[in-house]
């Protein structure tokens, strides 16, 4: 179970950089004791991060994702609640992310971070 492994934090900041602290909708990170009251959690400490996007699709796509590739994550999904469908970011870099892949619902997926844990696209949407 992903819970014995990391926690869930449901749009709490995040910290990029000095500057920069969005709230993503979803973010899987590392368990810390402190439970995170002395910092946000930064990129080495962040396994996945999730935006569910409805009408924020192209912000998602087009102003996150740079952000979130120059700062070093790994993993970073968008669910894309109009189409039922799910964009994967990896591989990333100062100039984006270098692999971009979108899943249907009937697709598996599983984090990099912990790939044991497969994941039924259908069931991320209601």
């Known amino acids: 179970m992903l819970a014995e492994v990391a926690l869930v934090r449901v749009q709490d900041p995040i910290q990029l950089s000095q500057y920069s602290e969005p709230e993503p909708d979803i973010a899987v990170v590392q368990i810390d004791g402190r439970k995170y009251i002395d910092h946000h959690p930064a990129p080495n400490e962040i396994f996945l ?10 912000t998602d796509r087009k102003q996150k994702a740079p952000l979130y590739a120059k700062a070093g994550i790994a993993d970073y ?7 039922r469908q799910v ?40």
Do not use: C, H, N
């Open 49 to 58: 991060l999730i935006e569910i996007a409805d009408t924020t699709l192209e």
């Open 77 to 83: 999904w968008i669910l894309d609640v109009k189409q």
């Open 87 to 126: 964009y994967v970011f990896r591989e990333p870099s100062l100039e984006g992310y270098s692999e971009e892949f979108i899943l249907d619902e009937d697709a598996t997926l599983s984090l990099i971070a912990f790939p044991e844990f497969e994941i039924q696209i259908s069931q991320m949407f209601p």
